[in-house]
């Protein structure tokens, strides 16, 4: 599996999670990684990028001030805290290079399973 993503789960409004992505060393090392997120019926969004230097340099407007990608180049991890989590943060999250690496056929095998975040109201 190239990109495989954890960390979610259900949390109240104003809570916090971080959610982790490991990713292959292939893919960490050459590209832009970002996060995303899909809501049902709806085509993923990107919320968040961090480039090959460790620069953040997008956050989708909904998620500024309160949600910060982040990476580790030893672990080939990025992550994204996210904090005072809102109903409308539910969603499945995603991450990839940004653009997207799509080497597959099968988009689970680009995209992974996800993890699930839900916020109760």
């Known amino acids: 599996v190239q990109l495989q993503a954890s960390g979610g789960g259900l949390v109240q409004a104003g809570g916090s999670l971080r959610l982790a992505c490991l990713a292959s060393k292939a893919i960490f090392s050459q590209n832009t990684m970002g996060w995303y997120r899909q809501y049902p019926g709806s085509q993923r969004e990107l919320i968040a990028t961090?480039?090959?230097?460790?620069?953040?340099?997008y956050y989708i407007d909904s998620v500024k001030g309160r949600f910060t990608i982040s990476k580790n180049n030893a672990k080939n991890v990025v992550n994204l805290q996210m904090n005072y989590l809102k109903p409308e943060d539910t969603a499945v999250y995603y991450c990839?290079?940004?653009?997207?690496?799509?080497?597959?056929?099968?988009?689970?095998?680009?995209w992974g399973l996800g993890t699930l975040v839900t916020v109760s109201s």
């Open positions: 961090i480039t090959t230097e460790g620069k953040t340099d």
């Open positions: 990839n290079g940004d653009p997207p690496i799509t080497d597959y056929a099968d988009e689970s095998l680009n």
